[in-house]
């Protein structure tokens, strides 16, 4: 992969349906990692708890999600998340994760 090749990445990744499961790993790794790629699916649209989380780390964050959420219901296309959002990718598929690693890369360059 591109990405593994030419750069150095270090990634947790966590699929969990437990809000607070979610919310734990987000302050366990605050001060361990560089920034957070975000999906944090149904509860993009809900949790405060993550939002919160995100704010605490003081970490940079994209969120990402793989379908373009603006096609979606109507509550679907507000996020509580992208409040603590340096930017967000979405609609692109799996892709989308590929687009935010690059962009977290310049994020983390350009803030060092």
Not at 48 to 65: C, G, K, N, T, Y
Request: glycine letters at 4%; proline letters at 1%; hydrophobic letters at 35%.
């Amino acid at each position: 992969m591109k990405h593994t090749t030419q750069h150095f990445w270090s990634a947790i990744y966590c699929d969990d349906n437990k809000e607070g499961a979610l919310v734990d790993l987000l302050w366990d790794h605050r001060k361990e990692d560089s920034g957070i790629l975000c999906n944090a699916e149904a509860y993009t649209h809900t949790s405060v708890a993550i939002l919160d989380a995100i704010w605490a780390s003081d970490l940079p964050m994209i969120e990402v999600h793989l379908s373009n959420i603006q096609k979606r219901d109507t509550f679907r296309q507000h996020s509580n998340v992208s409040k603590a959002a340096n930017g967000m990718i979405y609609g692109c598929g799996s892709q989308s994760y590929m687009h935010a690693l690059d962009s977290m890369r310049e994020l983390i360059h350009t803030s060092s």
